[in-house]
């Protein structure tokens, strides 16, 4: 499984506020359904998946910020695929927080 963070950044818009591009890329992962597992950040989404499938969805959050009337968008992509064992953004996080038990003693 693949973790993949993104940034999608509308540009030439009519405001610098930019929630209803980000609440419509939400209801882009909410119809995803149960294939993914996303989380929102202040900065960012993340969203774990198959790869091919978090691919399909980048780019159709890429091309969400089009279709509300957005003159230009970059995108930023991370992409985390670790074959080596199963992987997923709890178990990252679980990872940090044993440790940081270990370091607190």
């Known amino acids: 499984m693949a973790i993949v ?4 950044i509308p540009i030439g818009t ?3 506020s930019l929630s209803r ?4 890329m939400q209801v882009i992962l909410e ?16 969203i774990e998946g198959e ?5 399909d969805i980048v780019r159709r959050l890429h091309e969400s910020p089009f279709a509300q009337g957005a003159s230009r968008v ?3 992509l991370k992409i985390d ?5 199963p992987a997923s953004m709890e178990q990252k996080m679980n990872a940090v927080a044993e440790r940081l038990r ?3 003693g």
Not at 5 to 8: H, L, R, Y
Not at 21 to 24: G, I, L, R, S, T
Not at 31 to 46: C, D, K, N, R, W
């Open 5 to 8: 963070e993104v940034t999608v």
């Open 14 to 16: 009519e405001t610098t």
């Open 21 to 24: 591009y980000v609440a419509e």
């Open 31 to 46: 119809e995803a359904g149960e294939s993914i597992h996303f989380q929102l950040t202040p900065m960012s989404t993340v």
């Open 51 to 55: 790869l091919a499938v978090l691919l």
């Open 74 to 76: 970059c995108t930023n």
């Open 81 to 85: 695929d670790r074959r080596d064992r």
């Open 102 to 104: 270990e370091l607190r």
